[in-house]
Nanobody
Framework: QAQLVESGGGLVQPGGSLRLSCVPSEKIFDITNIAWHRQAPGKQRELVAGMSTTGGTNLLDSVKGRFTISIDSAKNTVYLQMDKLKPEDTAVYYC?????????WGQGTQVTVSA
């Protein structure tokens, strides 16, 4: 099975921006849904943003208006654009891709928002 490789995390000041990328090690076919989840220390993993290939999108209330999920189908790459970052956005972010028969998870990338 393909491996998902995330990148783009790091340390950013409050109000700053980051763009996370998720690239499969090989082409993934029959994608039905893509998503980004996050897990902060001591907290449960939560869905941040999800998008179906039919176009429906859902966002965690606290990131609406700040985060955008997208996919470049030609590159088979999933993105999470994060703007106006807040300290409470600090977490490990995980890419998640669903197909008709399988669910892929990335290893996670750390995002730290701090002055």
């Amino acid at each position: 099975q393909a491996q998902l490789v995330e990148s783009g995390g790091g340390l950013v000041q409050p109000g700053g921006s980051l763009r996370l990328s998720c690239v499969p090690s090989e082409k993934i076919f029959d994608i039905t849904n893509i998503a980004w989840h996050r897990q902060a220390p001591g907290k449960q993993r939560e869905l941040v943003a999800g998008m179906s290939t039919t176009g429906g999108t859902n966002l965690l209330d606290s990131v609406k208006g700040r985060f955008t999920i997208s996919i470049d189908s030609a590159k088979n790459t999933v993105y999470l654009q994060m703007d106006k970052l807040k300290p409470e956005d600090t977490a490990v972010y995980y890419c998640n891709i669903h197909t008709l028969t399988y669910e892929y998870w990335g290893q996670g990338t750390q995002v730290t928002v701090s002055a």
